[in-house]
T-cell receptor, first 110, second 113 residues
Framework: QKEVEQNSGPLSVPEGAIASLNCTYS??????FFWYRQYSGKSPELIMS????GDKEDGRFTAQLNKASQYVSLLIRDSQPSDSATYLC??????????FGKGTMLLVSP | NAGVTQTPKFQVLKTGQSMTLQCAQD?????MYWYRQDPGMGLRLIYY???????DKGEVPNGYNVSRLNKREFSLRLESAAPSQTSVYFC????????????FGSGTRLTVV
């Protein structure tokens, strides 16, 4: 059984701070790693993908992957109230369907 | 570019009624998926279609049927709705087996009374 674990939160950070979201996965064969953002009442939106160990930066977002430790993280710099959402981690082995975590709720207070 | 389009957006059914949720994508993706999302349960895969002409069960297929009508369209049918099927349903599509992630539709909020 492939599993993706996330702390459900909520993770509360003040505006302007760095939000750090973490995810661990069980399948060592995983090759693709994703972060989705889901606003309340909306559908998941892909915001970051990462395929190799290390960091990948896109604007205020940085995804970090450590395959040896089987964890993925998402850093959000200069957090804004508009970043308040649930963040879903997902992993894929290239053959089967994506495995999603249950998500971490992020609350950014003004 | 529409992406993944789901209809309807909202639906109320009585127990025992049937309905079909429609999904269409215009990204020429091979694979399509149906998920349900319930509070505290995360996204759960109902059925998926890896390519046109194939369908497979996911984690929670009971009470549902699917049809991959063509490469663009993938429908989900509830033959006899039950209150336990009250949920938000998402359709998604992907290139290949999801190596580049999924694109989700806007969802259908279904209530069975």
């Amino acid at each position: 059984q492939k599993e993706v674990e996330q702390n459900s939160g909520p993770l509360s950070v003040p505006e302007g701070a760095i939000a750090s979201l973490n995810c661990t996965y069980s399948d060592r064969g995983s090759q693709s790693f994703f972060w989705y953002r889901q606003y309340s009442g909306k559908s998941p939106e892909l915001i970051m993908s990462i395929y190799s160990n290390g960091d990948k930066e896109d604007g205020r977002f940085t995804a970090q992957l450590n395959k040896a430790s089987q964890y993925v993280s998402l850093l959000i710099r200069d957090s804004q109230p508009s970043d308040s959402a649930t963040y879903l981690c997902a992993v894929n082995d290239g053959y089967s369907t994506l495995t999603f975590g249950k998500g971490t709720m992020l609350l950014v207070s003004p | 570019n529409a992406g993944v389009t789901q209809t309807p957006k909202f639906q109320v059914l009585k127990t025992g009624q049937s309905m079909t949720l429609q999904c269409a994508q215009d990204m020429n993706h091979n694979s399509m998926y149906w998920y349900r999302q319930d509070p505290g349960m995360g996204l759960r895969l109902i059925y998926y279609s890896a390519s046109e002409g194939t369908t497979d069960k996911g984690e929670v297929p009971n009470g549902y049927n699917v049809s991959r009508l063509n490469k663009r369209e993938f429908s989900l049918r509830l033959e006899s709705a039950a209150p336990s099927q009250t949920s938000v349903y998402f359709c998604a599509s992907s290139e290949g087996r999801g190596r580049y992630g999924y694109t989700f539709g806007s969802g259908t909020r279904l209530t069975v009374v």
